[in-house]
């Protein structure tokens, strides 16, 4: 378990290097829901193309701190991709590390 201070744009580099680091593997995250502020539990990966039209998306995640996922195992068995408020992470577990912010 390794806890991190981080916060901002600093915080947000952070998650998407440790994305990176899952290299498609799933990632379990604890995140702050921006709309409401309830705890949201995601079993989720990044790197799945899956259901895509080709085209992409029409603005950068990155600019708005987000970052695109799939997430598996939602509650009623529907998987779906969603964005993730990369700004609201409490906890991230990735490649069985635990990583926690602060």
Known sequence: MTIITLQGNAKCDYIRQLFV???G?????LVEKKTTGEDR???CRTGVSKHTNGV???FDPNKYNLQV???ANKAGGAESYR???LIGVKTMK???EEYIFE
């Open 21 to 23: 680091k899952a290299s």
């Open 25 to 29: 593997h799933f990632v379990n995250l």
């Open 41 to 43: 539990e995601m079993n």
């Open 56 to 58: 992409g998306l029409s």
């Open 69 to 71: 996922v799939w997430e």
């Open 83 to 85: 964005m993730v408020n």
């Open 94 to 96: 990735v490649n069985g």
